[in-house]
């Protein structure tokens, strides 16, 4: 296990049980890519390409994955991009931008706001005694405190 520093493109269509250092699996199929992270400790990264989380281009043979691959939740914590093959180290992130990347992730995903919700409070139908006489109270009750305001 040690560092690499570039990552050969290979397309499956199932991802491997078990992945080889250097090599970027992707597998349009699953819209995912993986790799095992390239600073060598052996933990798996798997980058889903979806809108909200990682694009990938590929130029010849060498793929490209924007943003940039933050392993904070492995122990060596690495930080690089993957430019057209390239691993590209950053730095360690800080822990604001850390949060800052997932609120701008928490933000992307967040899904569009809900229909407003049927009311609930039903129409007063002709022979509910009851609920015409509580809408007729209300009215009265209203017409009584615009009175009172305007009259
Ligand atoms: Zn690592």
Same mark, same amino acid.
């Given at each position: 296990m040690a560092r690499v520093d570039r990552l050969k493109t290979v397309f499956v269509d199932e991802i491997p049980e078990i992945l080889e250092d250097g090599i970027l699996y992707v597998s349009e199929e699953c819209r995912v890519a993986l790799h095992n992270c390239a600073c060598g400790c052996g933990e798996e990264v798997s980058t889903p390409l979806v809108r909200t989380e990682y694009r990938l281009t590929i130029e010849g043979d060498a793929a490209s994955i924007w943003p940039?691959?933050?392993?904070?939740?492995?122990?060596?914590?690495?930080?690089?991009?993957?430019?057209?093959?390239?691993?590209? @180290?950053?730095?360690?992130?800080?822990?604001?931008?850390?949060?800052?990347?997932?609120?701008?992730?928490?933000?992307?995903?967040?899904?569009?706001?809900?229909?407003?919700?049927?009311?609930?409070?039903?129409?007063?139908?002709?022979?509910?005694?009851?609920?015409?006489?509580?809408?007729?109270?209300?009215?009265? @009750?209203?017409?009584?405190? @615009?009175?009172?305001?305007?009259?």
């Open positions: 940039s691959i933050g392993n904070h939740d492995f122990a060596c914590a690495s930080h690089y991009v993957i430019k057209q093959g390239e691993i590209l @180290w950053a730095g360690k992130m800080s822990r604001g931008a850390i949060e800052a990347g997932r609120e701008r992730d928490r933000r992307l995903k967040r899904p569009p706001a809900p229909k407003p919700l049927p009311s609930r409070i039903p129409a007063p139908k002709p022979g509910q005694p009851f609920a015409n006489a509580l809408v007729k109270r209300t009215l009265d @009750w209203i017409v009584d405190v @615009w009175r009172k305001l305007f009259g």
